[in-house]
Every structure is written in C-alpha cells, then in structure tokens.
C-alpha cells in the first residue's frame, strides 16, 4: 500500500501551518490511475490537487474538511 502524504512543498509561505481538505474527488473505494487528481487542498488560501501516485483503489483516511498538515497522510492506494 502507498500512503497519499500531502507534500510540505504545498506551503509556500508557511505562515498557516495547516490546510483542510475541501473535498474527494474520488469515492472511497474506488480504482484510480496514476497522476491523476483525488483530492483538492486549500492551503493558505489556494486550491492544490493531490494526485493519485499509483494505479490502484482509493482508501480515504482523511475526511472532507479535516484539517492537514505538512506531511499528512491522507489516505493510501492499495494496489489492485
């Protein structure tokens, strides 16, 4: 299984530490592609996409409005 870890890069001024997930783009459960979108961020006011690192099915760890931080994991691609 590959965690989905939302990348550190994301901040970039690092003056709020956190980010809240605004929604899956993808249900649970669901067989996703590599590099494709399943998440959207908004960190310090931007909307970021989190894409899929591998083929695979979704597993959502991670809640729609949970806040994040540099480094979290968020969910994981199991693979199919």
Known sequence: MVELVVSPDFWVSRIL??????RWLV???SVVKAKVPVAELRIEGT???????QDGTLVVTAQKNA??????VIGHIRPV
Do not use: R
């Open 67 to 72: 806040i994040i931080e540099p480094g979290s």
């Open 47 to 53: 909307l970021l996409n989190v894409v899929a690192p």
């Open 17 to 22: 530490p956190e980010g809240i997930i605004e």
């Open 27 to 29: 249900p649970d459960g």
